[in-house]
């Protein structure tokens, strides 16, 4: 078919701005993620090679001064230990590809045309946060320079007794490998919870801001143990939907101060509780790059690449619920 170079002009600006205009569609088409966005969990970063994490593993030193020459004075000058974790980015690769015979069956019509190139490169973005909102509940790589790192990597304890806050014996964090930093290494994790009810959830919530002084304000869990815990919302006096917390444009309960939603990339009979403060997901904030790959074929192939990467600052904020059932 012989090239049209209005065409191709034209197709060439359009696909590229698309995808740019949309990028922002990929926190709005999983439950999850969204939910993560809403709660602040979602972070767009100016580029670099690397994302920095100030990491503390303890605070500062602070004393009250009662006198300048005081030796508490000397103390109050000095921080304890800073420390930062190095994350890559994760690069990930997507395709938008237009068939000639689709485009001839428009050529004679640019409105409907522009409509349909518009609505595939939608569709494409938003497929990037599908895969994100996947692998971010599912994967247990390690989130190195070519893997996006998954929350049952990070809310994991890797000591020996589950549930306890131990040394860490194993996974790194952010390049970081330490054995000494007991609470700041670990999430909780427990196993075998059995059926799913608020007051499970509530004492493990209970649990969390007895060691952290917080509560996670996010729940999730597979459909099936949302569907129970919600069938038991009515019984219980303990749901709370003021303040707008369960208007996500998706089911979700609101527990205190925990937003408690369903999704099926969390893996089967478990609940992670999360705090965004501490798991971060980030994106590239420049523009999704779309570029045109010439084929031997009678498509248009676009290569879409953006860069994510999920990044953790302290793990003992988050738990893990293992062995829950309806």
């Known amino acids: 078919m012989p090239a049209n170079s209005n065409l191709d002009n034209a197709l060439a600006v359009a696909v590229p701005r698309w995808a ?118 599912s994967n247990t790589d390690t989130g190195d320079a070519s893997k996006l790192g998954g929350l049952p990597y990070y809310v994991s304890d890797y000591a020996t007794a ?11 964090l952010g390049g970081i490998t330490n054995s000494s930093q007991t609470h700041f290494w670990n999430a909780r994790v427990a196993s075998g919870v059995g059926a799913i009810s608020f007051s499970v959830l509530d004492s493990h919530l209970a649990a969390l801001f007895a060691t952290t002084g917080r509560t996670p304000p996010l729940a999730v869990m597979p459909a ?11 019984t219980v006096q ?46 590239d904030q420049r523009e999704v790059s779309a570029e045109r790959v010439p084929v031997r074929q009678p498509v248009r192939f676009w290569k879409l690449i953006w860069h994510t990467q999920l990044v953790c600052s302290g793990r003992k904020y988050n738990a893990k619920l293992l062995g829950v059932t309806t």
């Open 238 to 283: 303990a749901l709370n939907q003021q303040g707008g917390k369960a208007v996500i444009g998706f089911n979700a309960i609101a527990y205190g101060d925990t937003l408690i939603i369903p999704d099926n990339a969390c893996p089967a009979g478990s609940v992670l509780l999360l705090d965004p403060e501490t798991i971060m997901l980030y994106f």
């Open 20 to 137: 740019n205009e949309f990028r922002d569609n990929v926190v709005n088409v999983a439950p999850f993620i969204r939910a993560w966005n809403q709660l602040g969990g979602v972070r767009y970063e100016p580029g670099g090679s690397e994302i920095i994490l100030p990491i503390r593993y303890q605070g500062i030193t602070i004393g009250v001064v009662t006198n300048p020459v005081d030796p508490a004075y000397d103390v109050m000058s000095q921080d304890d230990t800073i420390s930062g974790a190095s994350y890559q980015w994760a690069e990930l690769y997507g395709a938008i590809t237009l068939a000639e015979r689709e485009l001839n069956k428009l050529r004679n019509d640019p409105r409907r045309l522009g409509m349909y190139v518009r609505e595939v490169t939608r569709g494409g973005i938003e497929d990037f946060g599908r895969f994100v909102n996947q692998q971010v509940l």
């Open 224 to 234: 099936d143990l949302y569907s129970k815990l919600r069938s038991s919302a009515q």
């Open 162 to 172: 589950v549930g306890s806050y131990a040394n860490n014996t194993a996974k790194p």
